[in-house]
């Protein structure tokens, strides 16, 4: 409370050797201050995005970059962004496949975990979503989605959002704009979950033209480890046929599952740190 994160004490930097600041652009400015000084002396100060990066959070972190800022990427997308300004490693996010893993997909409902889905309208796709899932057994989980009234399945906790995702037969995926990707693709497709997913158009969303950061159509293989559509009637014959047809939904899941692990699986993920931190 004395000292709080975007103004840092000096003796709170004693004894520390890396500074890995998470997406905050404020507390890279505000204390630099201090953090040159602290990169002169051998540390390192380490700004980490986590794809919400625009060109003006760019702009903010400019000149930190030339004094020595190191900067880790979530998405090698993130490199389109208009004067990015950067990266000295990109290295994703990760899940735990022992954690992420047993899909059944016994119950044939299509799901979708968001938060605040229509307020925020098509900064997470809700109309494309609506549309998606209209006259199939749906529900969209998570909070503040009440006004969505009986297509909410309500708030879960850890445990249940587990074993929603192994039960499941298909889940709808549309993400965040500006993120490439976000969490709950990943955690869907390395449960297993086969992923229904919108393309480029619309996951980069047709009122936001800045920039085109949008990744899934080439994390999801069209027709193989997922589907990906800009085209709705398309996105709906694929629910409608995997909500049919468990056999071709069990194949969808098992590809899904391994280019999740590819991509995101923990010790992946760890080692790519290690190398990166020496």
């Given amino acids: 409370m004395q000292y709080p994160k975007e103004h840092l004490h000096p003796e709170q930097l004693d004894g520390i050797d890396i500074v890995i600041i998470m997406h905050d652009t404020k ?3 505000n204390n630099w201050h201090l953090f040159e000084p602290f990169i002169q002396r051998g540390g390192r100060v380490i700004w ?13 972190l400019a000149h930190a970059r030339k004094r020595g800022l190191e900067v880790v990427r979530y998405s090698p997308a993130e490199m389109t962004i208009k004067d990015n300004i950067g990266q000295d490693a990109m290295i994703r996010f990760y899940k735990d496949p022992d954690e992420y893993q047993g899909w059944t997909g016994d119950d044939p409902i299509a799901i979708n975990f968001s938060q605040d889905l229509k307020r925020r309208g098509e900064f997470c796709g809700f109309h494309a979503l609506v549309a998606m899932s209209r006259g199939f057994h749906h529900k969209f989980y998570g909070p503040m989605n009440e006004n969505l009234g009986a297509h909410w399945g309500g708030m879960l906790n850890n445990d249940e959002q587990l074993e929603r995702y192994r039960t499941a037969r298909v889940y709808m995926y549309h ?23 919108v393309g480029p158009r619309l996951g980069n969303g047709p009122m936001f033209t800045q920039q085109e950061t949008f990744e899934v159509p080439e994390i999801i293989e069209n027709g193989v480890s997922g589907f990906v559509s800009d085209n709705i009637g398309e996105l ?19 590809y899904g599952r391994k280019r999740a692990i590819e991509l995101f699986g923990k ?12």
Avoid at 48 to 60: A, L
Avoid at 240 to 253: C, M, T
């Fill in 48 to 60: 980490r995005s986590i794809g919400q990066s625009v060109p003006d959070r760019e702009h903010e």
């Fill in 27 to 29: 507390l890279v400015t």
């Fill in 267 to 278: 010790h992946k993920i760890r080692h790519e740190w290690e190398e990166f931190l020496g």
């Fill in 175 to 197: 993400g965040t704009y500006p993120a490439s990707y976000t969490l709950t693709l990943m955690e869907a497709m390395m449960t297993g979950i086969p992923v229904v997913s």
């Fill in 236 to 254: 709906r014959d694929h629910i409608d046929n995997l909500l049919k047809d468990k056999e071709r939904a069990r194949v969808i899941s098992m």
